[in-house]
């Protein structure tokens, strides 16, 4: 199975998640500002939000690939406030024709005074869990 990963990070805490992703899939990890080229089985997305928004360039990026040669996509990500950016990740790629999975992961991310060290060893324990059954069945 081929895995890429792809996130937009203001913080480092989508870019921290993003590892632990790689770490189980093996992949690469790397921000929207890298093309992806290559042909995938999954490609992983991740963001946090901002004034309740996830930024523009994850629109940007998700415009430049292929619906074709990205079989699923599976959307990850952190905010403090709202209960998930997922929902606006899953709205850009299914927009664009892409096959965006049932599954998705969120956890809490810092703001300020609310949520300090999220995403913590158990969130990140968790996604590892999430990322494992996903692509390993287990
Ligand atoms: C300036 C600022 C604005 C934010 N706005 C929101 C928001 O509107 N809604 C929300 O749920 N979280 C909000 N957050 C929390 C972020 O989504 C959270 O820190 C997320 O983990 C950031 O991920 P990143 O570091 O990968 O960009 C905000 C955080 C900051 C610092």
């Known amino acids: ?10 913080f480092g805490n989508s870019e921290r998640m993003a590892q632990v992703v790689g770490e189980v899939t093996g992949a690469k990890p790397a921000s929207v500002e890298t093309p992806l080229t290559e042909e995938v089985d999954i490609l992983f997305i991740g963001a946090g939000l901002f004034l309740a928004k996830v930024n523009g360039r ?4 998700a415009r430049t690939l ?4 990205v ?14 950016p997922v929902p606006q990740l899953r709205k850009i790629f299914e927009e664009l024709g892409f096959s965006v999975a049932e599954e998705s992961f969120t956890c809490r991310g810092a703001m300020g005074p609310w949520h300090g060290g999220h995403p913590d060893a158990k969130d ?4 590892k869990a999430f990322t494992e059954k996903l692509v390993h069945g287990k």
């Open 1 to 10: 199975m081929t895995t890429a990963i792809r996130y937009y990070s203001k």
């Open 58 to 61: 994850i629109k940007e990026f």
């Open 66 to 69: 292929n619906p074709g040669k």
């Open 71 to 84: 079989k699923k996509v599976v959307c990850f990500g952190s905010c403090a406030l709202s209960d998930s």
């Open 124 to 127: 990140l324990a968790n996604l």
